[in-house]
């Protein structure tokens, strides 16, 4: 069955530090994969998505990720995260026809002063 | 950007009534509009898809007849929770599909059913 996984339920750091929030996805055919953000009571923001070319993809503030088809892997990066950054963070692929989304369940990053 | 929007934000109704839920692409034509439900602290779970002019397609183990929607033209889409209760309480959320493969979120509805 094809599935995202995200391993961390919940990812503290502190502000300013690296962070790296990890998707895994299990599908054998050619998929799209997409990083959303959720802040409280609020839909979801596209943060980047790798569709195909590059496998290190750039997005929105200051967030890159790296598609490694080997390791099946699309983890989530910033060099340096701010206060602003803390919300949820949600993996998704899209690997069919009909375009649908299968989420992961999220990670919850925090950042503290 | 494509802008999608939510129309009302947060709903509180008796249990029995029903709601009605509008989802609009303000800047494009949505040829497909997708449904999901979060629940607190949860990721968003598919309730189905639908495109324009046809009958949507319902996730696996959602009740077609409680979770009415109805996409009439290629800017709106409803969501009508039917006889509502509160287990329906909950987080929705309409995305829509234009011309690529993104999707484009709306804010969300808030529903609390007393």
């Known amino acids: 069955a094809q599935s995202v996984t995200q391993l961390d339920s919940q990812v503290p750091v502190f502000e300013e530090a690296p962070v790296e929030l990890r998707c895994n996805y299990s599908?054998?055919?050619?998929?799209?994969l997409f990083w959303y953000v959720q802040y409280p009571n609020q839909g979801l923001q596209l943060l980047l998505k790798?569709?195909?070319?590059?496998?290190l993809v750039k997005g929105i503030n200051g967030f890159e990720a790296e598609f490694n088809k080997s390791q099946t892997s699309f983890h989530l990066r910033k060099p340096s995260v701010h206060i602003s950054d803390t919300a949820e963070y949600f993996c998704?692929?899209?690997?069919?026809?009909?375009?649908?989304?299968?989420f992961g369940k999220g990670t919850l990053l925090t950042v503290n002063p | 950007g494509a802008v999608v929007s939510q129309h009302p934000s947060r709903v509180i109704c008796k249990s029995g009534t029903s709601v009605k839920i509008e989802c609009r692409s303000l800047?494009?034509?949505?040829?497909?509009m997708f449904w999901y439900r979060q629940f607190p602290k949860q990721s968003l779970m598919l309730m189905a898809t639908?495109?324009?002019?046809?009958?949507?397609?319902?996730e696996q183990g959602v009740e077609k007849d409680k979770f009415l929607i109805n996409h009439a033209s290629l800017t709106l889409s409803t969501l009508t929770v039917t006889s509502a209760h509160p287990e329906d309480s909950s987080f929705y959320i309409c995305?829509?599909?234009?011309?690529?493969?993104?999707?484009?979120f709306g804010p969300g509805t808030r529903l609390t059913v007393l």
């Open positions: 995305s829509a599909r234009g011309q690529t493969n993104e999707q484009f």
């Open positions: 599908s054998s055919v050619s998929v799209y």
């Open positions: 790798y569709l195909s070319g590059s496998t």
């Open positions: 998704a692929y899209s690997g069919g026809s009909n375009y649908k989304l299968t």
């Open positions: 800047d494009f034509q949505a040829t497909t």
């Open positions: 639908s495109n324009e002019g046809s009958k949507a397609t319902y």
